[in-house]
Nanobody, 127 residues
Framework: QVHVKDSGGDSVQAGGSLRLSCEAS????????MGWFRQAPGKARERVASIYTGSRRTDVAGTVKGRFNIFHNSDKNTLELQMYTLKAEETAMYYC????????????????????WGQGTQVTVSS
């Protein structure tokens, strides 16, 4: 069975750092898109960062570029999001997700819709 589990969310002061983790299992194919997304109350879901596990190609959203890093551990099939200099407006529920679709891979893993999602982990940044 497919399993996607994200964790690591916490409360942190503005300017602080946090690391989110995700583990994925039960997928028949080894390589696919994986990414981190976030959604704040009243706002649309947005992509934060993503990676294609085959080539290790990454794409980080412009709003967090230079502050957030995404890393995939191929041995464990885990995904990390390293966040630095967090801002209050980045308070949101953060989700790890996986998309097996060929189109998603061809488009660079930059879409906001994925097939499989973690349960979400809350990140709260106080001013």
């Amino acid at each position: 069975q497919v399993h996607v589990k994200d964790s690591g969310g916490d409360s942190v002061q503005a300017g602080g750092s946090l690391r989110l983790s995700c583990e994925a299992s039960g997928f028949r194919d080894k390589n696919y898109c994986m990414g981190w997304f976030r959604q704040a109350p009243g706002k649309a879901r947005e992509r934060v960062a993503s990676i294609y596990t085959g080539s290790r190609r990454t794409d980080v959203a412009g709003t967090v570029k230079g502050r957030f890093n995404i890393f995939h551990n191929s041995d464990k099939n885990t995904l990390e999001l390293q966040m630095y200099t967090l801002k209050a407006e980045e308070t949101a529920m953060y989700y790890c997700a996986v998309d097996m679709g060929l189109r998603a891979v061809q488009e660079g893993c930059v879409g906001v819709n994925c097939e499989y999602w973690g349960q979400g982990t809350q990140v709260t940044v106080s001013s």
